[in-house]
């Protein structure tokens, strides 16, 4: 599995990377491309704790940085049947795990060729290579040396989390809130003056999704934060209505929803009051009960939307926690989240019936089932105006998952329609990696329409210049109140 090449070369990215392979459409892509590589980068659906700008603590040291809290690289070695404990991934019950981090990063790098032909390969070289300065590739042999490297930067000032807002010139980034989140550390950057560069992003799932073990603590938590009594299912939404305010004052431009369904159908409000409270009291909803509330609650979410400008988020269609035993042993997001099957015609037609023309909402969709692409997701932005598509997320923002979203929507939805990129990852230092990616694979799929003569070369750099950067502007403004 291992390389004939000598580990100590020198190793370079292309600069011509993901971009088309034939010549003529290369030179036209490089082109297109050369007119976004700088532009600054919007990233408006991130999951970095607001505590790392807060705080602006150096990064611990290259494996609790790269690897760790990375499930795109830490599921890749599992799968192959290392352990998560050693990869010094934390166990709930405080059980031991490796923390030696050199050990850790040698793993990594004795086990860098399971990476090959995955988007997490693109990241890592990029990170390692263009932020990092490393000159050779990870194996065995060189492991420390990367590991000596790695550790120089992020002991420099000038990798610390808020000197890196400059470094990868990032615009506007946001992070994931929960609903009881009283919004003391974004209150925290806001006084040093970054508030308007580091927002949160209103992330309610907690408190929506009935069958979740902690959703009586939250509701608890949602009450303590918001000052309101949240035992009747009135107080609930008034609740809710409070912390998306206080949201809002915090520089919250979005919301953010990842249930397993995007169903949005209506319950009676009688019966969805009854069952607030049998379950608030001790009582264990039924699966159907619970989506049923789920669906609710995404309609009354986007009610809420109108009224406060906030927009509206949607990304269903994972089953979380696939493996119980790794969820009990290390807890959520270890990279056994599984994407199932979506359904969207249906699903918000009772939403797109109530709001979707009304001006004052915008949702974003996204999916991870390439399936409905073609068939729901383009009909539904190119013909209501409240729909937007999000970018591929997850296993799809991917070189070839990237081009197959654009050749399947775009006839149908125009690119007017869609979000433009956002990076959707809390691994910090691989943002500017992704936005790259993007920017080549969009410059790609541009330089073929320019070919074809389906489009003009001007027309293209301008449409790279939207998907890149004014878009995402666009798909997320400042919230205007009703």
């Known amino acids: ?24 459409l290369r030179d036209i892509a490089v082109r297109i491309y050369e007119q976004t590589a700088s532009l600054p980068l919007v990233c408006m659906h991130g999951h970095v704790e ?102 120089e930067c992020v002991a420099d000032p000038s990798f610390r989390p808020r000197a890196l807002l400059d470094r990868f010139n990032i615009e506007i980034i946001s992070t994931t809130d929960p609903a009881s989140s009283d919004l003391s550390v974004h ?40 000052g309101i009594d949240t035992s009747s299912y009135a107080g609930y939404l008034d609740a809710l209505r409070e912390r998306r305010a206080a949201f809002v004052a915090a520089g919250a431009r979005a919301t953010d929803h990842g249930h397993l369904y995007a169903d949005t159908h209506p319950m009676d409000p ?10 608030l009291g001790g009582e264990t909803p039924t699966a159907a009960e619970a989506r049923a509330f789920s669906a609710h609650m995404l309609l009354e979410m ?14 269903p269609g994972v089953l979380r926690d696939h493996s119980t035993q790794v969820f009990e042993r290390h807890g959520q997001d270890k990279g056994y989240d599984i994407p199932i099957g979506a359904e969207y015609a249906r699903a918000v037609r009772p939403m797109l019936e109530r709001h979707g023309l009304d001006p004052r909402f915008r949702v974003i969709l996204f999916t991870i089932d390439e399936t409905v692409y073609s068939r729901e997701l383009a009909p539904l932005a190119g013909a209501y105006p409240s729909v937007r598509l999000g970018a591929p997320w997850w296993f799809l923002d991917s070189p070839d998952g990237m081009r197959r979203f ?20 809390r691994a910090y230092a691989s943002i500017p990696a992704r936005h790259d990616l993007a920017r080549r694979v969009d410059a790609g ?6 070919a074809e003569h389906r489009l003009e070369e001007d027309e293209a750099i301008e449409t790279a210049v939207d998907l890149a950067y004014r878009l995402p502007r666009l798909s997320y403004p400042k919230p205007v109140p009703a």
């Not at 690897?67 to 934390?90: C, F, K, N, W």
């Not at 986007?302 to 990304?315: F, K, P, R, T, Y």
């Not at 050749?407 to 990852?425: K, Q, R, Y």
């Open 1 to 24: 599995m291992t390389s004939s090449r000598p580990a100590t070369a020198d190793w370079t990215l292309h600069p011509h990377r993901a971009l088309p392979a034939e010549p003529g």
């Open 50 to 151: 607001a505590s790392v700008f807060a705080d602006d603590e150096p990064f611990a040291d290259p494996a609790q940085l790269l690897i760790v809290p990375d499930h795109y690289v830490t599921r890749m070695m599992a799968s192959q049947g290392i352990p998560l404990e050693s990869l010094g991934v934390p166990r709930r019950d405080g059980g031991p795990v490796e923390t030696d981090s050199r050990k850790i990063f040698r793993t990594f790098c004795e086990n860098w060729h399971l990476y090959r032909g995955t988007p997490s390969r693109y990241w890592l070289e990029h990170e390692l290579v263009e932020v990092f300065g490393v000159t050779e590739r990870p194996s065995a042999e060189s492991a420390d040396r990367l590991y000596d490297r790695i550790s």
């Open 187 to 226: 209150g925290r950057i806001a006084e040093d003056g970054l508030g308007e560069r580091v927002v949160p992003t209103f992330r309610p799932d907690g408190v929506l999704q009935l069958e979740r073990p902690t959703w009586r603590e939250e509701i608890a938590t949602l009450a303590e934060v918001s």
């Open 270 to 279: 009688a019966d969805a009051a009854s069952l607030y409270s049998r379950v």
């Open 302 to 315: 986007a009610g809420m939307s109108c009224e406060d400008g906030l927009v509206m988020q949607i990304h």
């Open 406 to 425: 654009r050749e399947l929507v775009t006839e149908t939805a125009g690119f007017a329609n869609m979000s433009g990129f956002v990076d959707d990852t």
């Open 445 to 450: 799929y541009l330089a073929r329409l320019v």
